[in-house]
């Protein structure tokens, strides 16, 4: 079905979506920050990623628009690019949530989230390489690898809600990180789309 010589432009553009993912997500979890200048730098940046992406996506679908034929179903094509934006999306309203609430505080379980995220994009870029060399089969394991992440977050978000509720006497504080800690649940559960996705492609081409 597929040439093993020749990398198909779309399985290009999908890689390079996950990497430009793969890039906001280190970004975020990689800056240090401790004040409110730092929060406003992250989301200015993480802006700029999800704006870049936007374009990226919108390039795709003007590609799957007019071109006559596609390596996969156009529909795997699109739901895997915008799953994987959903990502992005979702770590740019993180940002700008933080910058909102000026919480400079970063506690462990924000940072156990964003671990597990992280490592969710890599996993994708590893996917999407092996994608890109038509070596659909192989994806699987990154796809389970995906999904356990998604699991430990799910873990992570009922611990931290429940801490949260222990340890914290200021009501206000108790709804900004309880927001914070579910808006990246979500981002989790989009890197679970995305696996959930390769699964799809998996089984209708392998």
Known sequence: MFSPRKTDPFFTALLTIAEHVQSAVHYADDYKVTSIADLKEVSIRLKKYETEGD????????????????????????????????ILDGIEHFAANLEMFSLTDIDEYVQKFMENIRKSTDEIVKAMQLLAKKK??????????????????????????????????DPIRI???????????????????????????????A
């Open 136 to 169: 659909l089969v192989q994806m699987r394991d990154h796809a389970v690898l995906i999904k356990e992440y998604e699991r430990i977050c799910d873990e992570v978000l009922r611990t931290s809600i429940k801490q949260l509720f222990i340890r914290e006497k």
């Open 55 to 86: 374009t990226m996506i919108h390039e795709l679908i003007t590609k799957l628009n007019t071109s006559f034929m596609t390596p996969i179903e156009r529909e795997d094509i699109l739901q895997l690019a915008i799953k994987m934006d959903d």
């Open 175 to 205: 709804i900004q990180f309880k927001d914070i800690y579910e808006l990246l649940e979500d981002v989790a559960d989009h890197c679970q789309d995305v696996a959930n996705t390769i699964e799809t492609i998996i089984m209708r081409n």
